[in-house]
């Protein structure tokens, strides 16, 4: 077993345990248009100094009538300041796809990118703080971009094929009136 699984099984062990220190669960972050078919929204959280382990849970949706399409796209940790430091990043997506990194976040600015993804999102950050100067906090920002839809390849066959049978009675129309036309 490698020391990055091991280390994000203790990590969710702890996570789950319920003896953490100031848990920050907000309420849901609206992911708001930045362009076409692009969403954004910006998160972070602070914690006490010697607080030790610490588990932030930031769930993002995307505006109403926007439905729920695929998408792809990135969380961002921008800064970070004071004695902390983050351990694992969770993200889940609502179609139950899931991934962890224990990768990067430890060097800022981190990220962590996602595919074929659906809203609601929900970033969990594991991590710890420490002693020394400074409020321990940290920011960062998703972004969302969704994907247009890509045909399956029976689609294109029954397409093909509905062209093909109205092809079919035009040319036999054709030729029945052409035949009566003769007559």
């Known amino acids: 077993m490698k020391l990055k699984d091991i280390a994000l099984a203790a990590a969710l ?11 920050q669960n907000p309420p849901p972050v609206q992911l708001m248009p930045s362009g076409a078919g692009m969403f ?21 949706s995307l505006p109403a009538g926007f439905g729920n399409p695929l998408g792809n796209g990135m969380v961002s940790f ?13 993200l889940a997506s609502a179609n139950g796809d899931a991934i962890a990194s224990t990768d990067g976040l430890e060097m800022f600015p981190g990220s962590l990118a996602f595919t074929n993804a659906m809203a609601p999102i929900t970033l969990t950050v594991l991590g710890f703080t420490g002693e020394g100067p400074g409020t321990p ?4 920002r998703l972004t ?13 066959a029954l397409m093909l094929a509905g062209l093909a049978g109205v092809g079919y009675v035009a040319r036999r129309r054709k030729e ?3 035949a009566l036309a003769a007559a």
């Not at 906090?137 to 960062?140: F, H």
């Open 144 to 156: 969302f971009n969704t994907v247009a839809a890509i045909p399956e390849p029976e689609t294109y």
């Open 176 to 178: 029945k009136a052409g």
């Open 13 to 23: 062990a702890i996570a789950s345990s319920g003896a953490l220190a100031d848990d």
């Open 40 to 60: 954004a929204a910006s998160f972070g959280a602070t914690h006490g100094l010697n607080e030790e382990i610490f588990v932030d849970s930031f769930v993002f």
């Open 78 to 90: 921008d800064s970070l300041s004071g004695p902390i430091t983050l351990v694992v990043g969770l």
């Open 137 to 140: 906090s940290y920011a960062g």
